[in-house]
T-cell receptor, first 114, second 114 residues
Framework: GENVEQHPSTLSVQEGDSAVIKCTYS??????FPWYKQELGKRPQLIID?????GEKKDQRIAVTLNKTAKHFSLHITETQPEDSAVYFC?????????????FGTGTRLTIIP | ETGVTQTPRHLVMGMTNKKSLKCEQH?????MYWYKQSAKKPLELMFV???????ENNSVPSRFSPECPNSSHLFLHLHTLQPEDSALYLC?????????????FGSGTRLTVV
């Protein structure tokens, strides 16, 4: 089955600097890669996603890049702000007996230092 | 609210008690999921239902018993739990197993087993 690895597990960044979180996946058939943000005490929420037919997608301060050859994708947050502090999860689709499902990474706890 | 509602938000139960967690969605989704999230572990998939049929049980102990009477409702029945079962239990839904898009999480039930 699919294996998604996420690094780093914790990340501290000075406010205003950029943060990068990386994920690798094992299933070459994966074609959908969402990122979720979970603030303390709240539910995970989709913040951005990318499909395999594009290499990069950007939404204001957040961007995701995908390298299908190397089977890795990354989340980039620029001009970080205190409200960016949260746990971020990457995910990748995989196929299991004809069904497509999401496999999540282990999460990255991002702390923005004021 | 994102459309996936979980009750109760918090639950404290003894090891000999029987309780149930409830999840409800009115997004028109056909797939529903139970996840366990503990302090230092990633989102652990427990059960998957597609069109109210269970399609996946990730080696979950029998003290957790899921029920899906229809595509909009999902229950998790709990009995004779252990302290290590204390965690945040998240429900999620998506359009369908063949389309894991629109993956939406509920707010979770914080379970404490004493």
């Amino acid at each position: 089955g699919e294996n998604v690895e996420q690094h780093p597990s914790t990340l501290s960044v000075q406010e205003g600097d950029s943060a990068v979180i990386k994920c690798t996946y094992s299933d070459s058939a994966s074609n959908y890669f969402p990122w979720y943000k979970q603030e303390l005490g709240k539910r995970p929420q989709l913040i951005i996603d990318i499909r395999s037919n594009v290499g990069e997608k950007k939404d204001q301060r957040i961007a995701v890049t995908l390298n299908k050859t190397a089977k890795h994708f990354s989340l980039h947050i620029t001009e970080t702000q205190p409200e960016d502090s949260a746990v971020y999860f990457c995910a990748a689709t995989s196929w299991d007996f004809g069904n497509e499902k999401l496999t999540f990474g282990t999460g990255t706890r991002l702390t923005i230092i004021p | 609210e994102t459309g996936v509602t979980q009750t109760p938000r918090h639950l404290v139960m003894g090891m000999t008690n029987k309780k149930s967690l409830k999840c409800e969605q009115h997004l028109g989704h056909n797939a529903m999921y139970w996840y366990k999230q503990s302090a230092k572990k990633p989102l652990e998939l427990m059960f998957v239902y597609n069109f109210k049929e269970q399609t996946e049980n990730n080696s979950v102990p029998s003290r957790f018993s899921p029920e899906c009477p229809n595509s909009s409702h999902l229950f998790l029945h709990l009995h004779t739990l252990q302290p290590e079962d204390s965690a945040l239990y998240l429900c999620a839904s998506s359009l369908g197993l063949d389309r894991p898009y629109g993956y939406t999480f509920g707010s979770g039930t914080r379970l404490t087993v004493v």
